[in-house]
């Protein structure tokens, strides 16, 4: 009996054994998820050890069959070394169809369980149709206002990737991308693009790029912006700055898109403008350019203003004009008073464009107090007092000043001579002045005990007036004595103070005999010596007028001609009698001949010794036996001329020019050294 249980023992642990060992079934390598393209060829790998069942594979939990051709699916077959356990699935040619998920199967046996291998997902991609940017491939939008773009790519498995890009740079922001169902497990990718288009936008390109795992490079479309928008207006004056009664011209240079407007009669007209004057419109004027004429000052700083409408809208642009003028005083103080001590502010307030430079100066002075609209004394003495010159200059538009007088008040100042003259026994006067704010309240003289302000006190009379300058008090002394030339006192009060000051009377000295007689000896002198002045002038200017007046003549030297000592030579002149007395000596070795212009036929009459004579000599020449010169005329013939003396020749010739003063300007002639 033990022995029949040990044998059943072994033999049921051998079945134990032996069904172990067909359960040993498993997968080696099971199949990996995978995407192709459509069109490529792709395998499945399974590996199984121990195989016991029958190996399948399904797709989409269909079964695909377990022979190795898998017949019914022709592009489909089961490869691989059979005794290795490899049962892989080879897809050639796949087709969208063949997208799906998987598995590699081991049926059970009596003794094993079946097994089954992850699922592998095969992806199929397919490339989607061309993008297409629905707009068209221009957009007209408005700048400022969004518009939404939208690109699409159609039929794509997966959906296609969409990127927007302007200027070679990628848009990021403002973009919805969404997917739609396109049956077939394609997919249809849309991106819309919010649009803030700006004006330089304006001609730019859009670009959408559509990408998918089943195409090798992107593909694109375009569209052009067209932005349209409302006239970008600038108004310009020319010149910048107008001088005033000139004239200006403002443009108003506008961009528009479009450039053209619809009117109401549906033509079509450019950009229409509109020209206003500080808000006001200015009827008639709807020209681009608007012409102003005689500028005046008080249209500085006016705002001119431009409309500018197109299709899209209005625009405006504003110029403010800027006219040069010259300085105009606004507000000045013409009279500043205040005490001694206390503080002073004069005030000069100028317009002008551009904006005047003041100066303060004292009148009679250049030097430079302060500048600005006014001029300030902390502490002010009467030091201070007098007129003050404020100046404003407007560089190219001239200047202009205004006076400040400054009173500052203070005690009296009295500015009268400390010493006073009058003559002993005539009426003498005694002048104290007063010159300073406020006037005085009271003035007074007093001298030996004596005190007067106004009136008379035996031969003393005091009186007082206002004259250029201050307050006057005149002491008047009738008859003066030499006990009248003294010191007196005068005394000057005001609501400040008073003053004294010493006025010292003296005599008037007689004028010495012998003052007076130099005096009339050097008038006298001075008096000859003006008149001798005015006779050397005078005579100067008489000498000037003959010589002015006489002809010149030609001087020529002629080289080895001699005149005949006994020639004579006849001189007309009312002594011409006396003159036929005297034989002159005769001439030098070297001769001069005064000769008239060739040019001057009438010579005849116009001989230097005045009249024509009366019978023309032979050889035409006459001897100034003085001098040794020969005088003679091209013309006339005079060397059969009576002798001459040199007493009557020299009377003849003072005769001759003295003559020649007296007519009218002839011809002038030349002097010639031969």
């Known amino acids: 009996m033990r022995q029949l249980a040990s044998i059943v023992a072994c033999l049921a642990l051998a079945g134990l054994i032996t069904r172990g060992s067909a359960q040993n079934q498993v997968f080696r390598e099971e199949p990996e998820s995978v995407a192709v393209r459509l069109g490529e060829t792709v395998t499945l790998n399974c590996a199984i050890d121990n195989v016991a069942g029958i190996v399948q594979w399904t797709k989409d939990n269909f079964a695909l069959g377990s ?69 068209g491939s221009s957009i007209s939008v408005i700048a400022g206002q969004p518009k939404n773009v939208t690109c699409r790519a159609n039929n794509g498995k997966p959906a296609a990737t969409l990127t927007w890009w302007k200027d070679g740079q990628e848009i990021t922001e403002g973009i919805t991308y969404i997917t739609e169902d396109a049956g077939d497990k394609k997919k249809n990718g849309v991106s819309i693009l919010t649009l803030n288009p700006a004006l330089d936008d304006h001609g730019k390109v859009l670009l959408c790029k559509s990408s998918n795992p089943a195409m090798d490079d992107t593909k694109e479309t375009t569209t052009q912006l067209n932005v349209e928008h409302t006239p970008v207006v600038v108004v310009q004056a020319s010149p910048p700055l107008v001088e005033e009664g000139s004239s200006v011209s403002l443009s108003c240079e506008s961009r528009a898109n479009p450039g053209e407007v619809r009117s109401s009669s549906g033509s079509r007209n450019d950009v229409s403008y ?122 190219g538009s001239g200047e202009a000043s205004k006076e400040v007088v400054l009173i500052v008040n203070g005690p009296p100042i009295i500015s009268s001579f400390e010493v006073q003259y009058a003559s002993n026994g005539a009426e003498g006067q005694i002048e104290c002045l007063s010159s300073n704010s406020p006037p005085p309240s009271r003035m007074a003289w007093t001298w030996n005990g004596v005190m007067l302000e106004t009136g008379t006190d035996g031969r003393f009379t005091a009186e007082q007036r206002d004259v250029h300058g201050g307050r006057l008090t005149v002491l008047t002394v009738s ?171 020299e009377r003849a010739s003072i005769a001759s020019r003295a003559s020649r003063a007296s007519e009218a300007p002839k011809k002038q002639r030349m002097m010639t050294h031969v």
Request: glycine letters at 8%; aromatic letters at 8%.
């Open 479 to 649: 008859k003066v004595q030499s006990d009248d030339f003294a010191d007196y006192n005068c005394t000057v009060w005001n609501r400040l103070g008073s003053t004294t000051k010493i006025i010292s009377l003296r005599q008037k000295e007689p004028l010495p005999l012998a003052a007076i007689v130099g005096g009339a000896v050097a008038a006298l002198v001075l008096i000859l010596v003006i008149v001798l002045l005015v006779f050397v002038f005078c005579h100067r200017q008489r000498k000037k007028q003959g010589a002015s007046n006489e002809s010149i003549t030609r001087l020529e030297v002629r080289e080895g001609q001699e005149t005949p000592p006994k020639e004579k030579v006849e001189i007309i002149h009312r002594d011409h009698e006396a003159a036929k007395d005297k034989v002159p000596p005769p001439p030098p070795q070297r001769k001069y001949y005064i000769t008239a212009d060739y040019d001057d036929r009438d010579f005849s009459s116009k001989t230097s010794l005045g009249a024509p004579p009366p019978w023309t000599p032979p050889g035409g020449t006459y001897q100034d036996y003085k001098n040794g010169n020969l005088y003679s005329n091209p013309y006339n013939n005079y060397s059969s001329y009576p002798p001459v003396s040199e007493h009557s020749y």
């Open 274 to 395: 509109k020209w206003k004057k500080d808000g006001a419109v200015l009827a008639g004027e709807n020209g681009r350019v608007l012409r102003l004429n005689n500028v005046l000052r008080e249209d500085n700083q006016r705002v001119f203003t431009c409309d500018a409408t197109n299709a899209v809208g209005t625009n405006s642009a504003n110029i403010t004009l800027s006219v040069q003028y010259g300085p105009e005083a606004l507000k000045t103080t013409e009279q500043v008073i205040v005490d001694r001590g206390t503080s002073a502010t004069l005030v000069c307030q100028w317009n002008g464009n551009p904006v005047p430079t003041i100066m303060w100066t004292k009148k009679g002075s250049s030097t430079v107090l302060g500048t600005g609209d006014s001029l300030t004394f902390p502490i002010v003495n009467q030091s201070h007092s007098g007129t003050y010159v404020c100046t404003a200059v407007v560089p």
């Open 67 to 135: 022979d190795r051709a898998l017949p019914g699916y022709p592009r489909l077959t089961i490869t691989g070394d059979v005794n290795r356990g490899q049962y892989n699935l080879r897809i050639e040619g796949t087709l969208l169809e063949d997208d799906g998920t998987y598995q590699c199967q081991a049926s059970p046996t009596e003794n094993q369980e079946g097994i089954r291998s992850q699922n592998a997902q095969l992806t199929v991609y397919l490339p989607p149709d061309d993008p297409v940017i629905e707009e």
